[in-house]
């Protein structure tokens, strides 16, 4: 059973700041959002995460609604090196796996 | 900064034979996860070891095993391959068992014919 929705797939101009949702209504009170993404057949990359608070790193901004139910990755100036699936993933914190759902294939274009 | 490092890069075996992969994690990781990709599919979790025994289990045939070692590395043993097992492999390190995030090699392409 899914724990998070995202759309299958956007686009996002080159320069332009990618917006990425996910929805994840029935996240557990000590449960974190995690972001991933996969550049074609590369290994999975860890982008950032949260509890509750916005959280920003040199790679993305994460925000995250007051109910939790739902989250935004935001690239801030996305180049055609963003070009990936993003893989949002809600957990336990200290939970053993993380759980690759179907993630949100983002397309950067010139 | 050192990464994780898994050999062989690539590697081709025909049906019924057996495939070792190696992972090295990051220095001072003391958590190791293992994932199969399919063509055009997700990464799936096979197994984790955290402090050299195993932690958690996911969707691994039982033609599969893993152990980690003392020195942290690990190895994903496969018997009696099938057309199916073809796929990357990933392995991924942590601190912390993951609370910080995954850090994941490259994988291994593991093509049987």
């Known amino acids: 059973d899914a724990k998070t929705t995202q759309p299958p797939s956007m686009d996002c101009a080159e320069g332009r700041a990618a917006n990425l949702p996910c929805n994840h209504s029935?996240?557990?009170?000590?449960?974190?959002v995690y972001w991933y993404r996969q550049i074609h057949s590369q290994g999975p990359q860890y982008i950032i995460h949260?509890?509750?608070n916005n959280e920003t790193n040199e790679m993305a901004s994460l925000i995250i609604t007051e109910d939790r139910k739902s989250s935004t990755l935001i690239l801030p100036h996305a180049t055609l090196r963003d070009t990936a699936v993003y893989y949002c993933i809600v957990r336990v914190r200290r939970d053993d796996k993380i759980i690759f759902g179907k993630g949100t294939r983002l397309h950067i274009l010139p | 900064a050192a990464g994780v490092i898994q050999s062989p890069r690539h590697l081709i075996k025909e049906k019924r034979e057996t495939a070792t992969l190696k992972c090295y994690p990051i220095p001072r990781h003391d958590t190791v996860y293992w994932y199969q990709q399919g063509p055009g599919q997700d990464p799936q979790f096979l197994i984790s070891?955290?402090?050299?025994?195993?932690?958690d289990k996911g969707s691994i045939p039982d033609r599969f095993s893993a152990q980690q070692f003392s020195d942290y590395h690990s190895e994903l043993n496969m018997s009696s391959l099938e057309l199916g097992d073809s796929a990357l492999y990933f392995c991924?390190?942590?601190?912390?068992?993951?609370?910080?995030?995954?850090?994941f090699g490259s994988g291994t392409r593991l093509t049987v014919v």
């Open positions: 949260g509890l509750k």
């Open positions: 070891f955290y402090e050299k025994m195993q932690s």
């Open positions: 991924a390190s942590s601190p912390d068992r993951g609370a910080w995030g995954y850090t």
């Open positions: 029935t996240i557990s009170g000590n449960e974190y």
